[in-house]
């Protein structure tokens, strides 16, 4: 089995092309588009599950305030509803 920091090095060089390479082709293809949308996908996935078995009570909390502002950004109307709403049940004791 590789060695693990061996990986890590392996992955900031690969990263680092790719950055390159991004900077210096302004245009992509469909299928790039879709490797990178892949690729994204997967980093993502990496990141979720190391944070939250490194802290799994601050990165829920970071979570849901990146869904509550992506929410809000989507349905600004909505997210005021429920935003005066959350406001008048606090007021009432609720």
Do not use: C, Y
Not at 19 to 48: H, P
Not at 61 to 85: K, M, N, T, W, Y
């Amino acid at each position: 089995m590789p060695d693990s920091t061996q990986n890590q090095s392996d992955i900031l060089i690969l990263a680092e092309k790719l950055i390159q390479a991004l900077d210096t082709d302004n245009e992509l293809s469909d299928k790039e588009e879709a490797a990178l949308t892949r690729l994204e996908f997967v980093i993502e996935s990496k990141l979720f599950l190391q944070d939250s078995r490194e802290s799994p009570d601050e990165f829920l909390l970071e979570r849901f305030q990146d869904r509550l502002v992506e929410f809000e950004q989507e349905h600004p109307s909505l997210a005021g509803l429920v935003r005066r709403i959350s406001n008048s049940l606090s007021n009432m004791g609720v």
